[in-house]
């Protein structure tokens, strides 16, 4: 299956490349270190905005599900380095993450909506890019793993957005998402040389 034939997830503007399935495939250790790395972070993502805004309870309640999960894929992802003897390690990040962070707008309440909207562009992506590993990968087990992540990343992805619905009207988070979905998508036009989750 060419990613032209897989659905566009949600908002997401544009489907990953060939280019990024052939070099993910081609660099599967990689890719799972880089993974690690991933889950570890998304973890502290529900984390600090937790932090941040302790008295919003449903933001509270959501994300602390979300943590929690996080880091049980994060345990799962380091299961599978160390049953293929990659060690746990730095990677350089691709100017994906970066590049988002940078578009969330430093004032409240644009802050929160912008924060909770890249982190379920973020998912939305991940999700994307799960399945296609699942859908490719030439190892089964390593396939059937991604593929049981899937769920929770759509479910991720869902509850940030549902919790910027919560918060904000519904004009403002549609203009926003919009805005940030686009900027998202030209963040991974250029292929990152090398090969990450987000590349």
Not at 12 to 23: D, G
Request: net charge negative; hydrophobic share 40%; aromatic share 8%.
């Amino acid at each position: 299956m060419s990613s032209s034939a897989l659905p566009l997830i949600n908002t997401l503007k544009h489907p990953t490349s060939q280019a990024w399935i052939e070099q993910a495939l081609a660099n599967l250790d990689v890719i799972l270190l880089d993974h690690s790395h991933c889950e570890r972070k998304a973890a502290g993502v529900a984390l600090n905005l937790m932090f941040r805004y302790p008295s919003y309870s449903k933001l509270v309640r959501q994300l602390t599900v979300i943590a929690r999960e996080e880091l049980e894929h994060f345990e799962q992802v380091n299961q599978w380095l160390e049953r293929r003897s990659i060690p746990l390690g730095p990677l350089s990040s691709p100017p994906y993450g970066a590049g988002l962070k940078a578009q969330i707008r430093r004032n409240e309440p644009e802050r929160l909506l912008d924060s909770l909207l890249v982190a379920g562009l973020i998912e939305a992506r991940s999700h994307e890019r799960l399945g296609l590993l699942a859908t490719h990968c030439c190892d089964p087990s390593l396939a059937k793993f991604y593929h049981s992540l899937m769920a929770s990343e759509a479910r991720h992805y869902g509850v940030y957005w549902v919790l910027a619905d919560t918060y904000f009207e519904r004009v403002l988070v549609d203009q926003r998402l919009d805005e940030l979905a686009v900027k998202e998508s030209e963040l991974l036009v250029s292929l990152y040389p090398e090969p990450r989750i987000h590349s």
